[in-house]
Structure formats: C-alpha cells, structure tokens
C-alpha cells in the first residue's frame, strides 16, 4: 500500500506565472483535501473533494486557486498569477469515507520569488 | 479566541523522561482528535487519534481527552532523540464540517540525549 503522493515536491517560480500541483490520495481513499502550511504554522484547509465533487473551500482559496479531481482519482491544485504570499508547503491528504484518520502526502514545497 | 491553542515551546526533555504536550480546544461540539507528529522540512505524520473521554494508549504514546474541560494531551513515555519534532493537535470542528481538521500551531519537542 503506497501512501498519498504529491508532485512536484519542491517548485521555485517568479511572480505572476501559474503553478500546478498534484496529489495521488491513498487507492480506494474515497475523501481527499488539500491543506497549506506556512513556517511556524499548523497546516490550514484549502478544499476538500468525495470522489469527484469538490464539497468546500475554504476563504482562503482566492478566485486565483482552482482544484479539481476528475474521475475521483488524483487531483491537481492551480495557483495563477502567482504572489509571493503563495509561498509555502501545500499538502494533500487522504481519508476513507467511514474513516476519520487522514493521512498527509510530503507536501509541494513552493517558493515564488 | 483562538480554536486551537498548544502550550508554548519549544519542550526540552532528557533521554528517557516523560514528554507532556497539551492542547485546548474552543469549540464544545468538536468530536474527534487527533495528534501528528511533524519532523522539520517533512510533512505531518498521524500519530494517535482519539474521540472518547479518557485514556488511549500506543505503545510510548498515550493521549488523554476531557471534553468538559476542553482538553487534549499526549504523552510519551520514555522519550527518545528520534522523538525530536514538533507535534500538532488537531480536530474537527463539527460533524457538519466535511471532517475538515483544524491545526494548532504545534509544539516543539527536543529530546537531548
């Protein structure tokens, strides 16, 4: 059993360019979120999808972050026009849905300069 | 008021000792809890998780949970180097939440040998 993965792991981009990220939950997790984590910080939630259908966003996702999951498989996190606040380690985690526990991928470290 | 509110570290402890991380927690309708453990430049790794008032334990971990008081701990027994990190609490807020999970902002554990 493979756990959640997530590419790229690190990403280094300049102001105003458009970044994408993405996850592989854990096979057959049916839930899958996404978090974003900044130094010093506990990760806070971004979205979150059941199979396919993206159930919430947090205010934090700006009109400039867009995710998807087609198929209820991986799923992929945009970030356009990139600001140097977008910094930090974006994680995705898995769950099942009967099932509480998440389970965190490494993280895409990204750094916009 | 902050949701989620760890004791301030950083936490040092000497091989072998008792390590004693807390977290209190504002909402009174939050069910689930749960304890990840974080190594420095990696992601989150969940480490217990408990949902009933009490004890539970796992080997060198044990966390305790007292929902009158609010209150989650996690102790871990005879604390070794390797358990140098910082170590996050986190719960749902509600059963109408998505189970998305709410992060204090961590405590940091260094175990000196």
């Known amino acids: 059993d493979t756990g959640v993965s997530q590419d790229p792991r690190h990403k280094i981009t300049k102001r105003g360019q458009n970044v994408t990220f993405r996850c592989d939950p854990i096979s057959e997790h049916n839930r899958l979120y996404w978090y974003r984590q900044t130094l010093g910080q506990g990760p806070e939630f971004l979205t979150y999808f059941q199979n396919e259908a993206q159930l919430e966003k947090s205010r934090l996702l700006s009109d400039r972050f867009s995710a998807e999951r087609p198929k209820g498989s991986f799923s992929t996190l945009e970030i356009q026009r990139t600001e140097q606040g977008d910094s930090a380690m974006y994680l995705c985690?898995?769950?099942?849905?009967?099932?509480?526990?998440?389970?965190f991928g490494p993280g895409t470290r990204l750094t916009v300069t | 008021q902050k949701e989620v509110e760890q004791n301030s570290g950083p936490l040092s402890v000497p091989e072998g000792a008792i390590a004693s991380l807390n977290c209190t927690y504002s909402d009174r309708v939050s069910q689930s809890f749960f304890w990840y453990r974080q190594y420095s430049g990696k992601s989150p790794e969940l480490i217990m998780s408990i949902y009933s008032n009490g004890d539970k334990e796992d080997g060198r971990f044990t966390a305790q949970l007292n929902k009158a008081s609010q209150y989650v701990s996690l102790l871990i027994r005879d604390s070794q180097p390797s358990d140098s990190a910082t170590y996050l609490c986190a719960f749902f807020q509600d059963r109408g939440s998505n189970y998305k999970l709410t992060f204090g902002k961590g405590t940091l554990l260094t175990v000196n040998p």
């Open positions: 985690a898995s769950s099942f849905a009967e099932v509480y526990e998440q389970y």
